[in-house]
């Protein structure tokens, strides 16, 4: 591959990584938009620890909010974090976000307290800030480090916030699980050569 192939891949990468973070906060302010047209009727697609049928809310409470403030706060480190993620593959990082997701619900199910409602982007966005922050010291990427570093710098002060059980009316239990599925989640999917190197 020559050195303008390369430059191509890499800005194809890119462009499609916005593409679908900017396409991804859309939905989720379009989605805000019919909750709140519809009397706020997809409040019911969030978790409600504990109960059976809940569990099919799992994804999609990762896609709703309650109320606009709740999404514009998501919105900005969804759009970075993601975009940032997504540069290393969008098949990953698909496979990352399904991880997280999943994982992240379930552990809502299990420990949020009862009688609560949890939705919300933020569990995936403590999972991808755990995910970049991991992953260049899992595949020994001094950008992919580098990356880490700076987000941390950026946001790791709002992360060690979000994740103290001392908070009201956020879902810390959410954040934290979130957090330790994308740190999770590097290693799982961290890339080929970072698997030899790791097993050599």
């Given at each position: ?8 891949s ?15 906060v859309?939905?989720l ?81 299990l420990l ?14 403590f999972?991808?800030?755990g ?24 946001w790791?002060?709002?992360?060690l ?14 954040h934290l ?16 050569e ?7």
């Open positions: 591959m020559t050195g303008t192939e390369l430059e191509w890499r800005g194809d990468r890119a462009k499609a990584a916005a593409k679908l973070m900017v396409g991804w859309a939905l302010w379009l989605l805000e938009v019919v909750d709140v047209v519809s009397g706020h009727a997809l409040d019911d697609f969030g978790i409600m620890p504990r109960t059976l049928s809940e569990l099919v809310d799992i994804v999609p409470a990762a896609f709703l909010h309650f109320g606009f403030a709740h999404v514009a706060a998501n919105s900005v480190p969804l759009l970075v974090l993601g975009f940032l993620a997504a540069l290393g593959g969008l098949r990953r990082f698909a496979a990352v976000c399904a991880l997280i997701i999943v994982a992240d619900g379930l552990g809502v199910w949020s307290p009862a009688n609560s409602n949890t939705a919300g982007a933020s569990g995936l966005v999972g991808l800030f995910f970049l922050l991991v992953s260049g010291f899992v595949e020994r990427r001094p950008l992919g480090i580098v990356v880490g570093l700076l987000i941390v710098a950026v790791g002060g709002s992360i916030t979000g994740i103290a059980p001392t908070q009201t009316g956020v879902s810390w239990q959410g699980i979130g957090l330790v599925s994308g740190a999770a989640a590097a290693y799982l999917f961290r890339r080929r970072a698997r030899r190197a790791l097993t050599a």
